[in-house]
């Protein structure tokens, strides 16, 4: 490591769980979304991932706290490089609220490309 930044290793058998599914604004699997799941106050770090080929999505071992869920259909310029101000898609995000321990089964509708 090189940097002037800070690393924080917290390690919990109490991890929070959050999956689900994308589906477009038809209600069908969306493919290969992109997905970012950020702390709704900010100032945490994202985890970011894709759905599979069904429209899938898992990420495990989240801290407990409030998050929100974002998803791009593939076609979207966001789906390869999600954008660093998340505030103009904030209405379009999940909301979900994570206890210790909690697994949370969500949806999110994707933002279609422009």
Known sequence: FRSDGELEVVI???????????VDRAGKPSPNAAIVIAPAGGGG??????????????????APGEYRVYAWDAAAPEANDPPPSLMPYQSSAKAVRLEQSARE????????AK
């Open 105 to 112: 089964k969500i949806q999110v509708t994707a933002i279609a």
């Open 12 to 22: 919990s058998a109490t991890g929070a769980t959050v999956e689900g599914s994308v």
């Open 45 to 62: 770090p994202l985890r970011d991932g894709s759905a599979d080929e069904r429209g899938n999505f898992f990420f495990g071992g989240l």
